[in-house]
């Protein structure tokens, strides 16, 4: 009888580790640093965003500026020119926060810019991920560089060259 237990234990232990899934790690920042067109957009993006950002600044600073002047002058107007500035200082912030909510916002235009920039980016390195790991028979690839629950992973389970390999960026 203990040899029946003792060979159903040892028959579980080997089915369980015969069952075995293969895990693999992939540094995502370290991929998108060795891809040149991750860099062309993100300069683009860096450039797109400091005008947009003059441009708000501008509007903003028009804004201050009216009412600067509406301070210096609200003695020398009448109520209703004083009712007219106000309304003109008010649109004019209106306006500003509009802008800015057009170009930063939610769904603004660098939203847009980005997600049509990165897009296809990120896919190309997807597909690249889901090849290696349908080739090496990896069950998870999990990202190094965005996961803090990591703190030691072998590098031998890393597939960041592999993938960087499939992408056409030999290294």
């Not at 028009?62 to 107007?77: G, P, R, T, W």
């Not at 997600?115 to 090496?136: C, D, F, G």
Request: charged share 30%; proline share 2%.
């Amino acid at each position: 009888m203990k040899k029946f237990i003792l060979s159903i234990i040892v028959f579980a232990a080997f089915s369980i580790s015969g069952m075995a899934q293969k895990f693999a790690l992939v540094d995502m920042e370290y991929i998108l640093k060795n891809i040149p067109n991750y860099e062309m957009a993100n300069e683009q993006l860096d450039q797109v965003s400091k005008k947009w950002q003059v441009e708000v600044e501008r509007a903003f600073q028009e804004a201050q500026n009216m009412y600067k002047n509406y301070q210096s002058e609200l003695v020398f107007l009448s109520e209703d020119m004083k009712k007219k500035r106000e309304e003109e200082i008010v649109a004019k912030e209106k306006e500003a926060n509009e802008l800015k909510k057009k170009y930063f916002g939610q769904d603004g235009e660098l939203f847009k810019k980005r997600e049509s920039l990165m897009r296809p980016i990120q896919e190309e390195i997807y597909n690249a991920v889901k090849q290696v790991s349908e080739e090496k028979g990896y069950q998870m690839i999990m990202d190094r560089a965005s996961s803090a629950n990591i703190i030691f992973a072998s590098p031998r389970i890393d597939v960041s060259n592999e993938v960087l390999v499939k992408l056409g960026y030999s290294k």
